[in-house]
């Protein structure tokens, strides 16, 4: 039996301080996009990985919709939440 690849994931014990944390950061984006962007980085951060809800915040980065710096502080919101699993 292979034991499968462990993947940073949201640390689900700090759930509700993540997601707090998240909202903080992206409340003063236009309310046409900050639905999606909080929706997209929580499940892809929670149920995939965080590689790829870093992926999403550079390609939303890369498209105009959030700046350089609070891409950088997504990212190390990303980090600061994360746990092997």
Not at 22 to 38: F, M, Q
Request: charged letters at 40%; hydrophobic letters at 35%.
């Amino acid at each position: 039996m292979q034991e499968s690849k462990k993947r940073k994931k949201l640390d689900m014990s700090r759930n509700d301080e993540f997601r707090y944390m998240l909202g903080e950061l992206v409340k003063d984006l236009d309310e046409s996009v900050r639905g999606a962007i909080y929706g997209g980085i929580y499940s892809k951060f929670a149920k995939i990985d965080l590689n790829s809800a870093k992926e999403f915040i550079i390609r939303k980065k890369n498209e105009g919709i959030i700046s350089e710096e609070l891409s950088k502080k997504l990212i190390d919101l990303l980090y600061k939440y994360s746990k092997y699993y």
